[in-house]
């Protein structure tokens, strides 16, 4: 037993370290660690640079451009970017069309899209959340019918994140009426340019544009976009929720937010001095690092067992990093937000420029609204109290 | 002791519910107050004006209506249960009480009648880049001269700042930047040359301003109370709008906590609606819990608002403060998280309601803030 | 609305404290207040003070000693105590047996028990709970049998507080097996020295005895001992489960805790200093502060509502009472604790003088078995997750 | 990176779980070994020499086994699941460590085989009344004679203090009362004149001693390490110390929060097993989150207990105890009030772990104390 990281994998952690900090522009790490949305160029700009060096898809089989790592590499290159504040390469095309199409798409199918995906040539969104679905995934009610070599889709989904700028979408859809709700779903990738499609924008309270509802009227889907075998949509679904299994504590993220709380505190007035004079308030984040630590190891942890364990099968530790870690992503941006004080106040308001410039510190327009938008980790991606059965039901055997 | 509602505070509290309810009742109605110029209707205001609500904490002699701390609690509730945008804290409680503690016969004269008919809104420019929850942190400067005083320095985070007709400022005639004595508090028209404003929305959809003062002469009579000696008065005043806030923050929670509390009962999953999770059951009973805790302290907060011993109120002010910001952010996030995505959307008010009480919870002071005020005291509990 | 006390209210407080502090033996209250257990001749020597000046059962009917005091009085007088560490009038004897008896005995049963019940002539143990049921009080099986004019009693009672010491125990008992589980039970009153009862002590783990179990085995109770009728006992225990009102906070309880952790701290050496010189320490001590004060003020709300109220009806807000109140009870526990630092370790052990001297302050030795002991108030009158039911069935509709 | 267990290590934790399964897995075994004389059972201390587990963390040159702080930690996990009562932490962890760490050629020559062969048990008597948990407050004297030192002083709360033949004592021979420089280290009879010890029961059901010393002769010899700069290797062996009663707490977590589960599936009311109430699955959850946050900083103390930085070391080993200490904590409570009265009994386990759990809270510093450390510091996070 041995929690130190080899040479080799130091030596790795420094080369992405450089490389990020070289390569992705640094105004657009410093716009994302201070709260702001970026543009969609943006985001393609970065998962890019990322994709051209390797990095943007290594998990991937290595005929469509996987690097065969160790579960601790590809770990150590989630975080990195995480730390940096790199926008991370497009989960929905990396980390779940990708992957379902690799492992159950068909040859052309591979050959069509894995490469664009890879390299965000095409822009994915996903298509799983319905109204009145919520945590009850399975219940959903949008339907693919057949049509001589087409399928017909109608319904709606919703939460769909960043559906403004995707070129497709994976969408589960029922196929059968009559099975049992688990079975009768397929996977179909769709088209977002075909007829029938309109997304409209939800604003989230803290003034965003990050999700969508997609409505789908009279869509039609050639057959040839059905991946793997119809009606058994469920099967890879939960394939693709359960490669979530590194990222999703997200401690890259708050590692970088605790350090940039420090250098914000340093420069806060209060008193005397700054806020970073108060022993309690470095007692409070001193707390938020120690359980970040444990939380750190726990993953570690995952990680390194990960290595025997069959890709989708899930890990019973993953709803603890998922609880712990959006605890403290919350704790983090709490944190931010009780730093700006008073200046938490003024509106940032869809960083739509509403505050620009902003009144007080640059950063502490934004500190609010990300306190506002962290919410939604505990409820997205099974909410933790859905995380909470599981663990007890499929752990605990309750 | 006694908690009963008197027969006339009843009736204010109805007619505050009734007009509170007839403007935003429909929660859309709010969105589109919100887009007037300064971010508030103003047929609304006049609707404040008629009931009586604008005089209301003012002494009749003066043109108000003599009400005390219980009947601006009752309306504060109200203004908090409809998210309602007015600025009655900054011109009632917060610009008023300025006038009504510590003005001159001559300054009630002038103003109390035109807050009570509608006319005339004030604001609080106290507020400094570096002060953070300091009230003592003053580096904005007032020179003597013969006719008056010369203003010079910057305000930020003003109420209503950007609307309002009639500001008081703070400055400082003497002494260290944060020094207690050496205060002073100015009446200051909103035009006066060499006073400049930025107006912009807040997070809870309200309003603020910055403002800039560069050589703003002030004549002698438009001081409150003795220059150089205004802290006292600041910290009273200030106490008192903390109290107006936590009955205000009830009012959010109680709202907040019922609108939670019905989608329990009404939203399904798994076939059944989410209220039966005993998981959720539980968590909407401690919400009620931290409610209640919270609607005690409201009340003690209105009690000891005028209590006379300036040490004791502030103390009991503070001890509110902690446990309304305690009881709001609780409800607040764990009214998102039962709720689920619904109320990370804008258009869904539960949002607004979390938003207005985090923007309380940093009002005049945060927890630690407020706690650090009751840990130095004497404590809460009276001696044996 | 006033929070104020009256002048007259403040004159009571006044009268009380000074009574209690001059008439109530001094080494009692000291003792009490550093959490050492009390000898039954201790408690039955408050009792009879309080009840010679009229304040052992002020709520009872006035013909029967009670004082016809406004709650709030009450209140008063319960909280003094409560804050000078005097050992309250018995619970089992003022505030359950003997209202029952009052309210649903008859004239027989009335002069014989109530005027030895006030005076703890006779001292009461309550019978209600029994193994297997914990929160679910009415699945009781202890079952009484007509045998001419007597009943036969067979069953096993527990957690019978203190009754090692009792001449009496009042008893839910089943009289009709065949009736719903509610409705088939009846209120017996029971003599300790009668043939076939048992007492066996529980420890607990702070090596207290303060509970027991009772056997019963073919125990011969006259049928003058029924308390009204048969069958109906549940409607008496659902009486005297709701006279608990406004004690149930224990905010006096609390207080006194907090002034001697002050007091305590003051004198604890730390660092350059004590205890009381850490702004961190007091931080934590103001924080329960506030939410005592709020909580009393909960409490006044519900005192002074309960004027209009009939006796026995419940409060909404006794649940609420329960959570906080024995939240804030542990919180007191836990805190003395932390103040007595290493010296929480050595053992007090039963209170048998197993560590006498105490090593350390003479209070250090008992605070770690408060805390422990403590941890009972969250469990039993009602477990906090049995409240948290209430609140969410009774008030809130779910 | 690697968290498997090697070969030897996994046939380690076989058999200590083994012999522990043997000596506690009747409880009621537990209650009479705490009546002998000395707290434990003579014969159980000497399956652990057998084991070779009283020289497990001894090099092998000097008469130990050789093992590391991976090996430390499965011996004190098995230990904190069986509440064993043994004096494994007090003679080879500290008063061991002393020796292992500061011991001369000499000293260790003399003590460490008759440690391992269970002939010798040690005691480490350093904390003082008003030491509260400062290590460097030290009032006891040691003073230098011709032919050694002469100690007077108090000693309280020695682990084990009590039935140890040996004690390491910590003695002042220069400086103020709590001046890092200055703490001398020495190694003391147990029946050395002068030396006076009073033995109790510790609420978890263990011993220790005042210890109190009037001229008490030391030869020069009997020194651990050069005398007044003792306090770095104090911290060092605390810091060890920590790091396996860390592993013990998770011991005895992991084993509350299986008895936990149990109970809830066994268990019925309202005719139902109580594990179906989804509130208290929840909460038998959180304690999962808790066991598996303490669990990490456990492996994170035993990897750091022996880095090299001493700075990084105490700053890792107070982050590991402030979480182990939360989880406990949480756990501990929540496991008493899952269970409801039953876990109020002495007869029954449960409160035995909480009880334990709770004295491991305070061992060596509480939560605060050692959240102080880490925020005194760098903090955990490497720079970037």
Known sequence: ?398 | MDFDLSEEQRLLRDSVDRMIDDAYGNFEMRGSYMTEPRGFAEPLWARYAELGLLGLPFAEADGGFGGGPVETMLVMEAVGRGLALEPYLATVILGGGFVRLGGTAAQKQRIIPRIADGSLRLAFAHGEPQARYDLADVATTARETGAGFVLDGAKTLALHGDSADLLVISARIRGERRARDGIALFLVNADAPGLARRGYRTQDGQRAAEVTLSDVRVPADGAIGVPGEALALIEQVVDIALAAVSAEAVGAMQALHTMTVEYLKTRKQFGVPIGSFQALQHRAADMLVALEQARSMAMYAAMMADAPDATERHAAIAAAKVQVNDSARMIGQAAIQLHGGIAMTRDYKAGHYFKRLTMIESLFGDTDHHLRTVAAGEGLIEAV
Not at chain 1, 61 to 78: A, F, M, T
Not at chain 1, 377 to 388: A, D, H, P, T
Request: aromatic letters at 8%; one cysteine or more.
């Open chain 1, 1 to 398: 037993m041995d929690l130190r990281f080899t040479p080799e994998e130091i030596a790795f952690r420094r080369e992405v370290r450089a490389f990020l900090r070289r390569e992705i522009p640094s105004d657009i790490r410093r716009r994302l660690s201070e709260g702001r949305h970026l543009s969609k160029q943006d985001m393609v700009t970065c998962h890019r640079i990322l994709n051209a060096r390797g990095w943007a898809v290594p998990h991937w089989p290595r005929e469509w451009g996987g690097q065969d790592w160790s579960p601790v590499l590809h770990y150590i290159l989630q975080e990195e970017i995480q730390r940096a504040a790199v926008p991370p390469p497009l989960p929905f095309n990396v980390s779940m069309v990708g992957p379902v199409i690799a492992q159950f798409g068909n040859e052309a199918q591979k050959r069509r899209f894995l490469p664009a995906t890879a390299n965000i040539d095409m822009w994915w969104c996903q298509g799983f959340s319905e109204p009145g679905a919520g945590s009850d995934l399975a219940s959903l009610r949008t339907r693919a019918e057949r049509d001589g070599d087409h399928y017909v889709v109608n319904g709606q989904k919703t939460w769909t994140t960043l559906a403004q700028h995707a070129d497709w979408i994976f969408c589960l859809v029922r196929t059968n009426r009559e099975a049992k709700k688990q079975e009768g779903i397929s996977f179909l990738l769709i088209d977002m340019a075909t007829p029938g499609i309109t997304v409209r924008p939800i604003i989230t309270i803290d003034g965003a544009h990050e999700v969508n509802e997609v409505f789908f009227d009279d869509v039609r889907v050639p057959i040839e976009n059905l991946v793997g075998e119809e009606n058994k949509g469920w099967d890879y679904a939960k394939f693709l929720l359960g490669n979530e299994r590194t990222g999703i504590a997200r401690i890259g993220l708050s590692k970088e937010r605790i350090t940039r709380a420090k250098q914000l505190a340093r420069a806060t007035p209060a008193g005397d001095g700054t806020l970073w004079d108060d022993p309690d308030f470095r007692k409070r984040v001193a707390l938020i690092e120690v359980q970040l630590k444990a939380l750190e190891i726990t993953q570690m942890r995952v990680v390194a067992g990960a290595r025997g364990r069959s890709a989708g099968k899930p890990d019973p530790n993953s709803s603890i990093l998922k609880i712990k870690g959006s605890e403290l992503q919350q704790a983090t941006t709490e944190l931010l937000k009780d730093i700006a004080g008073p200046y938490g106040l003024p509106a940032a308001d869809g960083h739509d420029g509403a505050n620009e410039p902003p009144v007080g510190p640059d950063w502490a327009a934004f500190a609010a609204a990300m306190y506002f938008n962290y919410r939604k980790v505990s409820i997205y991606g099974g909410s933790n109290e859905i995380q909470r059965n599981i663990i007890a039901k499929a752990f605990l055997g309750l």
